[in-house]
């Protein structure tokens, strides 16, 4: 099902950046890619906007960072990327691992409404050098 928000020429820009890209982003990434042409406060809204829309999903890095991702079947109020996030120590890339997203048991009463794990270590590519 394809996302629906307000469109507007700040929004169109920032999904540019998400279109052109295989991994996850961070604020600083989507602000650098875009070249002073939107500010950072601009760009955060949009981002929240766009997580709040079900448009991107978060993901909390050990290293203090919300890295934003394209998210595939989520809605407004409702996301449902549970899967691995994975850091590479070398090219600092963060990516999506959707095939790993087996959900631990939890303990009788607990649910799950999302979840995220983020595995550190070295890319295919960074492996290689």
Request: glycine content about 6%.
């Amino acid at each position: 099902m394809k996302k629906q928000w307000r469109n507007t020429k700040t929004k169109e820009m920032v999904m540019d950046v998400f279109c052109c890209e295989a991994g996850a982003l961070c604020h600083a990434d989507i602000v650098q890619r875009l070249a002073g042409k939107i500010d950072r406060v601009t760009v955060y809204r949009i981002l929240q906007g766009f997580f709040d829309e079900g448009v991107l999903h978060k993901i909390s890095a050990e290293n203090g960072r919300t890295y934003y991702a394209l998210c595939r079947d989520c809605s407004a109020g409702q996301h449902a990327d549970n899967h691995a996030h994975f850091y590479c120590m070398g090219c600092k890339t963060v990516s999506c691992l959707e095939e790993v997203a087996q959900l631990p048991q939890l303990p009788q009463g607990y649910s799950v409404s999302e979840a995220s794990w983020f595995i550190s270590g070295y890319c295919p590519n960074c492996r290689a050098v």
